[in-house]
Protein backbone atom coordinates (compact mmCIF):
# COMPACT_ATOMS: atom_id res chain seq x y z
CA UNK A 1 0.00 0.00 0.00
CA UNK A 2 1.01 3.72 -0.46
CA UNK A 3 2.69 5.67 2.78
CA UNK A 4 -0.35 7.19 5.04
CA UNK A 5 -0.39 9.33 7.58
CA UNK A 6 -1.98 9.94 11.07
CA UNK A 7 -4.25 12.15 9.63
CA UNK A 8 -5.31 10.19 6.91
CA UNK A 9 -5.88 7.40 9.17
CA UNK A 10 -8.31 9.60 11.76
CA UNK A 11 -10.23 10.36 8.92
CA UNK A 12 -10.57 6.89 7.56
CA UNK A 13 -13.16 4.78 9.87
CA UNK A 14 -16.52 3.89 8.78
CA UNK A 15 -17.70 2.81 12.18
CA UNK A 16 -16.03 4.84 14.92
CA UNK A 17 -17.04 8.18 16.25
CA UNK A 18 -14.74 11.27 15.91
CA UNK A 19 -13.86 11.19 19.22
CA UNK A 20 -12.62 7.14 19.01
CA UNK A 21 -10.86 8.25 16.04
CA UNK A 22 -9.01 11.21 17.72
CA UNK A 23 -8.24 8.84 21.08
CA UNK A 24 -6.44 6.48 18.97
CA UNK A 25 -2.47 5.28 19.56
CA UNK A 26 -1.33 5.39 16.55
CA UNK A 27 0.95 2.48 15.21
CA UNK A 28 4.89 3.40 16.78
CA UNK A 29 6.73 2.79 14.05
CA UNK A 30 4.34 4.89 11.48
CA UNK A 31 7.67 6.98 9.83
CA UNK A 32 9.61 3.99 9.18
CA UNK A 33 7.04 1.03 7.76
CA UNK A 34 7.83 -1.18 4.78
CA UNK A 35 4.43 -0.03 2.75
CA UNK A 36 5.23 -2.18 -0.13
CA UNK A 37 5.25 -5.50 1.77
CA UNK A 38 2.19 -4.55 3.80
CA UNK A 39 -1.78 -4.72 1.95
CA UNK A 40 -3.19 -2.71 4.84
CA UNK A 41 -2.13 -1.51 7.99
CA UNK A 42 -3.46 -3.19 11.20
CA UNK A 43 -2.35 -2.49 15.31
CA UNK A 44 -3.34 -2.73 18.38
CA UNK A 45 -3.66 0.08 20.48
CA UNK A 46 -0.99 0.60 23.62
CA UNK A 47 -2.97 2.29 25.78
CA UNK A 48 -6.35 0.58 24.99
CA UNK A 49 -5.04 -3.04 24.28
CA UNK A 50 -8.65 -4.14 23.68
CA UNK A 51 -8.63 -1.95 20.86
CA UNK A 52 -7.53 -2.81 17.38
CA UNK A 53 -7.25 -1.04 13.75
CA UNK A 54 -7.25 -2.26 10.81
CA UNK A 55 -7.02 0.48 7.32
CA UNK A 56 -7.41 -0.87 4.34
CA UNK A 57 -6.69 0.70 0.41
CA UNK A 58 -9.70 0.31 -1.77
CA UNK A 59 -10.39 2.03 -5.01
CA UNK A 60 -12.46 4.54 -2.76
CA UNK A 61 -9.73 5.34 -0.66
CA UNK A 62 -8.80 3.87 2.67
CA UNK A 63 -11.48 2.82 5.06
CA UNK A 64 -10.35 2.28 8.84
CA UNK A 65 -12.19 -0.30 11.27
CA UNK A 66 -12.71 0.15 14.59
CA UNK A 67 -12.11 -3.72 16.19
CA UNK A 68 -12.30 -5.08 19.75
CA UNK A 69 -10.63 -7.81 21.37
CA UNK A 70 -12.33 -10.13 23.91
CA UNK A 71 -11.39 -9.32 27.70
CA UNK A 72 -9.07 -11.45 29.20
CA UNK A 73 -6.42 -14.27 28.15
CA UNK A 74 -8.21 -17.06 27.93
CA UNK A 75 -9.77 -16.90 24.58
CA UNK A 76 -6.52 -16.46 23.09
CA UNK A 77 -6.28 -19.25 20.93
CA UNK A 78 -3.68 -20.77 18.25
CA UNK A 79 -6.05 -23.39 17.18
CA UNK A 80 -7.73 -21.33 14.79
CA UNK A 81 -6.80 -19.77 11.33
CA UNK A 82 -6.55 -15.94 11.16
CA UNK A 83 -9.56 -14.91 8.42
CA UNK A 84 -7.42 -12.91 6.70
CA UNK A 85 -4.10 -14.71 6.08
CA UNK A 86 -5.03 -18.31 6.65
CA UNK A 87 -1.81 -18.77 7.67
CA UNK A 88 -1.16 -22.24 9.09
CA UNK A 89 2.77 -22.11 9.91
CA UNK A 90 2.47 -18.96 12.62
CA UNK A 91 2.51 -19.22 16.02
CA UNK A 92 1.30 -15.74 17.13
CA UNK A 93 -2.14 -16.12 18.61
CA UNK A 94 -5.20 -15.13 16.62
CA UNK A 95 -8.35 -13.56 18.42
CA UNK A 96 -11.87 -12.80 17.49
CA UNK A 97 -12.27 -9.23 16.89
CA UNK A 98 -15.35 -7.94 16.72
CA UNK A 99 -16.37 -4.62 14.68
CA UNK A 100 -19.23 -2.14 15.07
CA UNK A 101 -21.22 -1.79 11.76
CA UNK A 102 -21.18 1.29 9.84
CA UNK A 103 -23.47 3.95 10.01
CA UNK A 104 -26.88 3.43 11.51
CA UNK A 105 -26.79 -0.16 12.01
CA UNK A 106 -23.73 -0.07 14.11
CA UNK A 107 -25.18 3.05 15.99
CA UNK A 108 -28.42 -0.02 16.74
CA UNK A 109 -25.48 -2.04 18.46
CA UNK A 110 -25.01 -4.04 15.71
CA UNK A 111 -21.16 -5.60 15.31
CA UNK A 112 -19.60 -8.40 13.21
CA UNK A 113 -16.89 -10.43 14.19
CA UNK A 114 -13.70 -11.96 12.34
CA UNK A 115 -10.55 -14.28 13.53
CA UNK A 116 -7.49 -12.24 12.85
CA UNK A 117 -4.38 -12.13 13.44
CA UNK A 118 -3.77 -10.85 17.34
CA UNK A 119 -1.22 -8.35 16.04
CA UNK A 120 -1.80 -7.99 12.52
CA UNK A 121 1.01 -9.48 11.20
CA UNK A 122 -0.94 -11.15 7.80
CA UNK A 123 0.72 -9.04 5.39
CA UNK A 124 4.24 -10.62 6.64
CA UNK A 125 2.81 -13.68 6.87
CA UNK A 126 1.28 -14.45 3.45
CA UNK A 127 4.62 -13.41 2.24
CA UNK A 128 6.81 -15.81 3.14
CA UNK A 129 7.46 -18.04 0.83
CA UNK A 130 7.35 -21.63 0.95
CA UNK A 131 10.24 -24.07 -0.02
CA UNK A 132 9.60 -25.28 -3.41
CA UNK A 133 8.02 -28.26 -4.31
CA UNK A 134 6.71 -30.32 -7.24
CA UNK A 135 2.83 -29.04 -6.83
CA UNK A 136 4.51 -25.30 -6.58
CA UNK A 137 7.76 -25.19 -8.31
CA UNK A 138 7.86 -21.17 -7.82
CA UNK A 139 7.66 -19.94 -4.64
CA UNK A 140 6.93 -16.31 -5.70
CA UNK A 141 3.90 -17.21 -7.47
CA UNK A 142 2.61 -18.91 -4.35
CA UNK A 143 3.56 -15.67 -2.53
CA UNK A 144 1.69 -13.66 -5.55
CA UNK A 145 -1.36 -15.68 -5.17
CA UNK A 146 -1.87 -15.24 -1.25
CA UNK A 147 -1.38 -12.06 -1.16
CA UNK A 148 -3.94 -11.43 -3.99
CA UNK A 149 -6.57 -14.15 -1.70
CA UNK A 150 -6.03 -12.25 1.55
CA UNK A 151 -6.95 -8.93 0.00
CA UNK A 152 -10.28 -10.30 -1.28
CA UNK A 153 -10.77 -11.72 2.07
CA UNK A 154 -10.01 -8.90 3.72
CA UNK A 155 -12.57 -7.01 0.98
CA UNK A 156 -14.97 -9.27 2.00
CA UNK A 157 -14.58 -8.55 6.08
CA UNK A 158 -14.63 -4.86 5.22
CA UNK A 159 -18.12 -5.24 3.05
CA UNK A 160 -19.74 -7.28 5.69
CA UNK A 161 -19.20 -3.96 7.88
CA UNK A 162 -20.30 -1.79 5.62
CA UNK A 163 -23.27 -4.05 5.36
CA UNK A 164 -26.53 -2.20 6.78
ZN1 LIG B 1 -3.54 -13.13 9.95
Given at each position: ?5 L??I ?13 K???P ?6 D ?5 FL ?7 P?R ?20 G??R ?26 A ?8 TV ?12 NV ?6 N???P?P?L????Q???MR??T??F ?5 QQ
Open positions: MHPISKDRSSFINATRSEAALTPTNLESLWDSLDGWRDEKMLGYLVVPTTQGLSGILLRAPEDAKNRAVLCELCRDVFSKEDVLLWVARRGQSGRDGNGTLICADFICSSRREPPAEIHDTVVQRVGEEREKLLRVQ
